[in-house]
């Protein structure tokens, strides 16, 4: 549809609109004047001139009639005037804003995901559009820059162990490199990169859309701790960092799926080991907050700066890239976390007095109410777990 037949289209419209009304009431009176009016004249100017001629009160009845019509022709051609102005003007007004918002989309359609539309100082219908039309242009644009960043952090993530297979693979063919258990090793791990980040990039994916197939169920805060400390405890001992677990054990219980809890509590009990250095200590917490259950995983390691806090649960983000990648991090781990957490309707934060002051990740989640006083929890293998 061109804009220009749309404006007359609309503008025609209108006024045919108002021409009905106008004609319509135009006829009605024409109709009921020449029917009544005549009648009324001649029965007033028989009582009031019956001295005058009759000639002459034939004359003065056909010179009121055309008076009647007359002022009625010009009321219609004044109201036929003024309705085309009104319907011209109203189109105007109507299409002005609507071509700009087909303009607009057109371009989003091509692409042009910054395209808006001025925002119209009073406060109409055509106003609320275009607010509206914005607010879809900016989610549209959002999504679009999340994507693109995807695909770029992607193919950084790639490079790295691409880069190491492909040197590999060439050392191996050129016998620079030779055929034995290091090389295989080395190849191995890249591999085992690859697949753990095609695996979490798929968590990050679904959990981003929303589409974590959560299986809630209700369990006792301190089942989930004990699971997560004993499924971390050999990689404690082997590094020699101490894991502790404090459980209240008045705990009302809490409606979660356990293994996506699981799979937080081990992520931060992976990430707590990996930055606290031998000799050091770590602790998993389990206490009522109001009406929320808060695990808080707290270690004594290299800490994180204030202004890194919300950052390390952006996609890909790592303080310390290099070493992240070398001890096999993508990045991903406090990203899938909270989106977990978020699926749960809780909430997750880091907190830390910064360098060398060690870090505490804290988890929120809604608690059900068991009754009054809750129930007793079971022991997280003991209160102190290690
Ligand atoms: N307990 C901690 N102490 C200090 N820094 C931490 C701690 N936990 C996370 N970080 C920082 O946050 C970054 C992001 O953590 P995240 O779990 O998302 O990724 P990762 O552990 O590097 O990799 P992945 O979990 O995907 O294997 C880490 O690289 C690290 O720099
Ligand atoms: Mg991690």
Do not use: C
């Not at 037949?5 to 004047?33: D, E, H, K, M, N």
């Not at 959002?142 to 994507?147: G, L, M």
């Not at 034995?180 to 859309?209: C, F, I, M, P």
């Amino acid at each position: 549809m061109s804009s220009g037949w749309g404006r007359r289209s609309l503008a025609a419209r209108l006024f045919a609109g108002q021409l009905l009304v106008i004609v319509a009431g135009s006829l009605t009176l024409a109709l009921v004047a020449l029917a009544i009016a005549p009648g009324l004249f001649r029965t007033h100017a028989r009582q009031a001139l019956t001295d005058l001629p009759p000639d002459v009160v034939r004359h003065l009845q056909q010179a009121f009639e055309d008076a009647i019509l007359l002022a009625l022709a010009i009321a219609t051609i004044a109201a036929l005037v003024t309705a085309l102005a009104a319907s011209w003007l109203l189109a105007q007004r109507l299409t002005r804003p609507i071509r700009t918002l087909g303009e607009a989309a057109q371009r989003i359609g091509g692409g042009g995901y910054q395209a808006r539309v001025p925002m119209a100082a009073h406060g109409d219908e055509l106003a609320a559009l275009g607010r509206a039309f914005n607010q879809m242009a900016a989610a549209l644009e959002a999504t679009e820059r999340h994507r693109r960043a995807l695909l770029a952090d992607l193919a950084h993530e790639l490079r790295t162990p691409l880069a190491t297979l492909e040197a590999y693979v060439e050392g191996l063919a050129d016998g620079v490199v030779a055929a034995d258990k290091e090389a295989w090793t080395v190849l191995q791990g890249e591999l085992d990169r690859l697949r753990r980040l095609a695996e979490d990039l798929t968590a990050v994916s679904r959990a981003e859309e929303h589409q974590l197939d959560l299986r809630p169920r209700p369990v006792d805060p301190a089942v989930l701790v004990t699971r997560a400390i004993q499924a971390a405890e050999p990689a404690y001992a082997a590094k020699g960092v101490t894991l502790q677990a404090s459980v209240d054990r008045r705990l009302a219980q809490v409606r979660v799926d356990v293994d996506r809890i699981g799979e937080v509590l081990a992520n931060l009990l992976a990430n707590a080991l990996r930055h606290t250095p031998a000799g050091g200590r770590v602790e998993v917490t389990a206490q009522g907050r109001g009406d929320e259950l808060e695990l808080a995983v707290v270690d004594s390691g290299e800490g994180i700066s204030p202004e890194l806090l919300e950052r390390v649960f952006e996609r890909f983000f790592r303080v310390d890239p290099a070493r992240s990648r070398d001890s096999g991090g993508s990045g991903l781990g406090l990203t899938i976390t909270r989106a977990i957490i978020q699926a749960h309707g809780g909430r997750v934060w880091a907190e830390s007095a910064g360098p060398g002051g060690g870090a505490r990740f804290v988890v929120r989640l809604p608690a059900i109410s068991t009754g009054a006083g809750g129930r007793p929890a079971q022991r997280a293998g003991g209160d102190g777990a290690r």
